[in-house]
């Protein structure tokens, strides 16, 4: 196992290392791919990731929260006890200091996710490129996956609901949370919640591949010390935070 | 002789006349208000849509191949009504069909019936 395990390690390290290589200014040995063709299905080069610094994300701000409920069509059957929600904002604060922090947390794509362990249809699955989904085809809403998240960050619709996004199919009787706005990833785009809190000037959402040595993400957290939010569960999580 | 003749002619012209009533036989209305041609020939997406559909589903779903070709809101956004602007209703593309034919049709539980605007999604 260890050896298998040391051979990963190479193989991993000698491609990042070839991708890395530079023919010329902005032409790569191998191209790393972020907006990949219609045709072509992701792969596990890729691993998306996102960063959250906390210092700069702001207590009472909303904005990410917002703007996923607008690209999503969350809210609106307006039951808050019951609605659907894939990201929340957080406010923490260390009694005896008085230091407080606020976060967004939503769903933290684990690279060994407890909700497609439990999942008895195999609906709850990782896309090859580490984004963990909800196939509504194949849910039954048994609601297992919502028990196993350590994060809490799944939902269950219980309305009917017509008002969708057409990219973003969502029902009653199904688990759903966030996909990272896949369909606006696999197009090449960011996720709607950094979109928007880049807009509100805060930059506190940062969003990229971190199999890519040479991607914002990968750099920052070479850089600095980033948290995996419970990470004694050894889950390896595309969603790390900075400062707490 | 004649009159047999003349009675197997009359037959014949009140069945061609009874086929022609309108509202006998209920038909689907499939009204195609887009002219032009299917991704796929007429036969074959009547006979086999719902697999076209179906494999486009599992390989957008787990796979991220958004081709537009076999895709649902490529369907709904060449069949639906112009007025209604949906695949559903009465005489809705899907609907009539479907209802005809007694086939249920659950992909509007989650699936948007009417066309909309495509999000930005800016590169990052």
């Given at each position: 196992?260890?050896?298998?395990?040391?051979?990963?390690?190479?193989?991993?390290?000698?491609?990042a290392a070839?991708?890395?290589?530079?023919?010329?200014?902005?032409i790569?040995?191998?191209?790393?791919?972020?907006?990949k063709p219609?045709?072509?299905?992701?792969?596990?080069?890729?691993?998306?990731?996102?960063?959250?610094?906390?210092?700069?994300?702001?207590?009472?701000?909303?904005?990410?929260?917002?703007?996923?409920?607008?690209?999503?069509?969350?809210?609106?059957?307006?039951?808050?006890r019951?609605?659907?929600?894939?990201?929340?904002?957080?406010?923490?604060k260390?009694?005896?200091?008085g230091?407080?922090?606020?976060?967004?947390?939503m769903?933290?794509?684990c690279?060994?996710?407890p909700?497609?362990?439990?999942c008895p249809?195999?609906?709850?699955?990782?896309?090859?490129?580490?984004?963990?989904?909800?196939?509504?085809?194949?849910?039954?809403?048994?609601?297992y996956?919502?028990?196993?998240?350590?994060?809490?960050?799944?939902?269950?619709?219980?309305?009917?609901?017509?008002?969708?996004?057409?990219?973003?199919?969502?029902?009653?009787?199904?688990?759903?949370?966030?996909?990272?706005?896949v369909?606006?990833?696999?197009?090449?785009?960011?996720?709607?919640?950094?979109?928007?809190?880049?807009a509100?000037?805060?930059?506190?959402?940062?969003?990229?591949?971190?199999n890519?040595?040479?991607?914002?993400?990968?750099?920052?957290?070479?850089?600095?010390?980033?948290?995996?939010v419970?990470?004694?569960?050894?889950?390896?999580?595309?969603?790390?935070?900075?400062?707490? | 002789?004649?009159?047999?003749?003349?009675?197997v002619?009359?037959?014949?012209?009140?069945?061609?006349?009874?086929?022609?009533?309108p509202?006998?036989?209920?038909?689907?209305?499939i009204?195609?208000?887009?002219?032009?041609?299917?991704?796929?020939?007429?036969?074959?997406?009547r006979?086999?849509?719902?697999k076209l559909?179906?494999?486009?589903?599992?390989?957008?779903?787990?796979?991220?191949?958004?081709?537009?070709?076999?895709?649902?809101?490529?369907?709904?956004?060449?069949?639906?009504?112009?007025?209604?602007?949906?695949?559903?209703?009465?005489?809705?593309?899907?609907?009539s069909?479907?209802?005809?034919?007694?086939v249920?049709?659950?992909?509007?539980?989650?699936?948007?019936?009417?066309p909309?605007?495509?999000?930005?999604?800016?590169?990052?």
């Amino acid at each position: 196992m260890s050896e298998n395990k040391s051979r990963r390690g190479f193989i991993a390290a000698s491609t990042a290392a070839l991708a890395g290589l530079t023919l010329a200014p902005g032409i790569r040995l191998v191209e790393i791919a972020s907006a990949k063709p219609d045709n072509e299905p992701v792969t596990s080069k890729v691993r998306w990731g996102m960063l959250i610094d906390t210092s700069r994300c702001q207590s009472g701000c909303t904005d990410c929260v917002t703007a996923c409920g607008k690209e999503n069509g969350l809210g609106e059957v307006k039951k808050p006890r019951t609605d659907a929600q894939w990201i929340r904002k957080i406010d923490l604060k260390e009694l005896k200091s008085g230091h407080a922090l606020s976060l967004p947390m939503m769903c933290q794509h684990c690279a060994h996710p407890p909700c497609v362990d439990v999942c008895p249809t195999g609906a709850s699955f990782k896309r090859a490129d580490g984004i963990v989904l909800v196939d509504r085809h194949i849910c039954i809403g048994c609601r297992y996956c919502m028990m196993a998240c350590p994060y809490k960050v799944r939902s269950f619709v219980h309305e009917p609901h017509t008002d969708q996004n057409p990219e973003v199919p969502r029902g009653q009787g199904c688990v759903e949370g966030c996909t990272l706005c896949v369909h606006r990833v696999d197009r090449g785009g960011t996720p709607a919640c950094v979109e928007a809190c880049a807009a509100a000037g805060h930059n506190a959402m940062l969003f990229g591949d971190l199999n890519d040595p040479e991607s914002a993400i990968a750099k920052r957290i070479r850089e600095v010390k980033t948290t995996q939010v419970r990470a004694d569960l050894k889950l390896d999580l595309g969603v790390r935070y900075e400062g707490i | 002789m004649k009159a047999i003749v003349i009675a197997v002619l009359w037959g014949l012209t009140f069945a061609a006349a009874h086929a022609a009533e309108p509202g006998r036989t209920p038909l689907p209305a499939i009204a195609i208000e887009k002219p032009g041609q299917c991704v796929e020939p007429k036969e074959l997406m009547r006979r086999d849509h719902m697999k076209l559909l179906q494999h486009q589903r599992d390989k957008t779903m787990h796979q991220g191949i958004r081709t537009k070709k076999h895709s649902l809101n490529e369907c709904i956004a060449c069949h639906a009504g112009q007025k209604t602007g949906t695949v559903l209703g009465k005489d809705g593309f899907c609907q009539s069909c479907h209802e005809y034919a007694a086939v249920k049709l659950d992909c509007w539980d989650c699936h948007q019936p009417k066309p909309g605007q495509k999000t930005a999604g800016a590169k990052p």
